[in-house]
């Protein structure tokens, strides 16, 4: 599993200081569950480690929470283009700054080799999947000739 955690530190329109903490987590683990099947059995499988904590800091009070642009004509009149970390409004530069930061942090992280390994693995179980449904598919149209019958 990888970790990164990287810190920008930038300011708004208005002048207000902020510290934007990326904290990116990318990997896979193995757990061990006991699950009932006639008597408790541990089963070990791997488990999807695919966490993004953004974390804001302006004034000394933190807020946790992601960015997204806001749709509301309240936030619009005022300038606002994006909400980050549920009650800061930012412009569309820093908006664009902020977005790139934290892209940039998540694909730093997904350059961990388990978690490259672990999405091979997960691409190949979607093409044995949708193979075996084509399979299904024309088989069904053989014994059927083509859908019909008679």
């Known amino acids: 599993m ?3 955690q990287n810190i920008l530190k930038g300011k708004t329109e208005s002048g207000t200081n902020f510290i934007v903490t990326v904290t990116a987590k990318r990997g896979y683990e193995d757990v061990t569950e006991k699950v009932w099947v ?5 089963i070990t499988s791997k488990k999807e480690i695919n966490e993004t904590i953004i974390e804001t800091t302006v004034n000394g009070v933190v807020y946790k929470g ?18 980050l970390g549920e009650k800061i409004g930012i412009s569309k530069n820093n908006y664009t700054i902020i977005f ?14 388990d978690w490259l390994n672990y999405q091979k693995i997960k691409d190949n179980l979607v093409k044995e999947e949708i193979e075996y449904e084509q399979h299904v598919k024309r088989v069904n149209e053989m014994m059927t000739l083509n859908g019909k019958t008679f």
Do not use: P, R, W
């Open 2 to 4: 990888k970790t990164v």
């Open 38 to 42: 006639d008597e408790y059995v541990e």
């Open 66 to 83: 992601g960015l997204y642009i806001t749709f509301s004509d309240f936030h619009k009149k005022q300038g606002v283009y994006a909400i």
């Open 100 to 113: 790139n930061f934290i892209e940039g942090c998540k694909k730093e992280a997904e350059t961990d080799n």
